[in-house]
């Protein structure tokens, strides 16, 4: 129970610290934002946890093509939020992310990777 107590607990400050360095910079707030620290945490809590290598070098795989399809929206939002406001625009952002993944998928089973 201690463990998955640390893990959020590391986990949460990760998402604080960004989201208090994005008040004082927005470029460098969005810059460790996009660094793939929430992934680097998952490998070492997997690496540290035991899993096989496999599942480590799967898990990295995978979330190199998961982030593909989600980069529109970050071009969609700071052009839509000033027309819907940020709750609509975070909802439409979600929604394109959600059909820019099923797409992408589409897309990439015809060269082998299968995302659903």
């Not at 959020?8 to 470029?27: F, M, P, Q, W």
């Not at 998952?42 to 980069?71: I, M, R, S």
Request: glycine share 6%; aromatic share 14%.
């Amino acid at each position: 129970m201690g463990w998955i107590i640390t893990k959020y607990a590391v986990t949460a400050a990760l998402v604080v610290l960004i989201s208090e360095l994005a008040k004082r910079s927005d470029k460098l707030g969005g810059f460790v934002a996009a660094l793939p620290l929430v992934t680097l945490l998952t490998l070492v809590w997997l690496y540290v946890e035991g899993q096989p290598a496999t599942k480590l070098a799967n898990h990295a795989w995978y979330t190199f093509w998961y982030v593909v399809p989600t980069l529109p929206m970050f071009l969609a939002f700071p052009a839509l939020l000033p027309r819907l406001g940020f709750w609509l625009t975070l909802l439409a952002s979600a929604v394109l992310t959600v059909v820019c993944f099923g797409l992408f998928a589409l897309v990439v089973r015809r060269f082998g990777v299968a995302l659903l």
